[in-house]
């Protein structure tokens, strides 16, 4: 059904290796004719899998925000739609296509490498390049922007919460001296105010974890989990799979509890029997990691786990 005319490998060494790729695509079960979403399509690594396997009448549907990925979009013909979107609007989409269920969505939550390796978009402490950050270039307030605009408490708040970051006050306080003195525009003038907070033992690790607080404020990657994990679960049909991978505890804790209780904030719900009340069945209950092979190869999968559910 579907040829790609492209060079995978090629892709997927000037883009982004794609993780857990064999085990995320088993989790979606696929079924023939059926209709599957990859809401992550990065270098579109996932999205040739699931196409590699699909039958005639099946379509795929594959999102992505970020106009350097339509690059790597494949000569799919008829059974495949590139959607440029965020994700968090997968419902209105799917309505827009006149979807009313599919068979299973895939999501791989990870930053692709490509981002990290483009000095340009700000996205890693190992270039000096403008404090961008932003998934999508046309649209949205820089990491720059929050960085010199958001009151005290706010930052702290940020780098507290999405980067679990101890000393965030001290962290914050030196930023906002930093930028009544002058502007933070780049990464250089980022980490002069802040490297004096690590230790060097744990520099790399925590640096990554200050950028990440920042990543995921400008992108909204929370809030647009939610909405997306809670439209699939109103769109997949009864048998249909989820298939999640996560890098970090907050979507993963995020991920957990929407398969185990239907809602992100883990409350369990108990019928008259006192059965737990939930729209999925877990596939999988502990979670799939990398192999070792994975993880020598690839080291950026070392944090990612995937977790695999059926709608009941």
């Known amino acids: 059904m579907y040829k790609d005319k492209t060079d995978n490998t090629t892709i997927a060494a000037t883009y982004h290796v794609p993780v857990l790729l064999g085990e995320s695509v088993d989790g979606l079960n696929i079924k023939p004719g059926g209709i599957y979403v990859d809401v992550t399509f990065g270098g579109g690594g996932h999205s040739r899998e699931i196409l590699s396997r699909l039958t005639d009448g099946a ?40 979807v009313e269920h599919i068979d299973g969505l895939l999501a791989d939550l990870g930053v692709s490498s490509h981002h990290f390796d ?18 999508n ?30 000393n965030s006050r001290r962290i914050v306080s030196a930023l906002v001296k930093a930028r009544q003195t002058a502007e933070i525009k780049t990464t250089k003038d980022f980490l002069a105010a ?5 230790k060097r033992e744990r520099e790399k690790k925590d640096m990554a974890r200050l950028f990440q607080a920042l990543r995921i404020e400008v992108n909204h990657e929370m809030d647009a989990l939610r909405e997306m994990l809670l439209a699939a679960s109103e769109l997949l049909a009864p048998g249909g799979r989820l298939s999640v991978i996560t890098y970090h505890s907050l979507e993963d804790r995020m991920v957990k509890n929407v398969m185990k209780s239907g809602n992100v904030e883990g409350k369990v719900q108990q019928d008259f029997f006192g059965r737990i009340e939930t729209p999925f069945r877990l596939v999988n209950n502990k979670v799939i990691l990398p192999s070792g092979q994975e993880q020598a190869d690839n080291p950026r999968s070392r944090s990612a786990k995937l977790r695999i559910a059926e709608k009941k």
């Open 137 to 166: 270039k046309r649209a949205g307030r820089t990491a720059a922007e929050i960085v010199n605009t958001y009151d005290e408490e706010r930052l702290a708040d940020i780098f507290y919460v999405y980067g679990e970051m101890k």
């Open 118 to 135: 483009d000095a340009e978009r700000g996205f890693s402490f190992r270039f000096d390049a403008p404090l961008d950050m932003r998934m």
């Open 59 to 98: 379509h795929l549907y594959s999102f992505d925000q970020d106009a350097d990925a339509e690059r790597n979009i494949p000569d799919a013909g008829d059974s495949f739609t590139f959607v440029r979107s965020n994700f968090r609007y997968l419902k209105n989409w799917m309505r827009y296509y006149g």
């Open 194 to 198: 802040v490297e004096p907070f690590f």
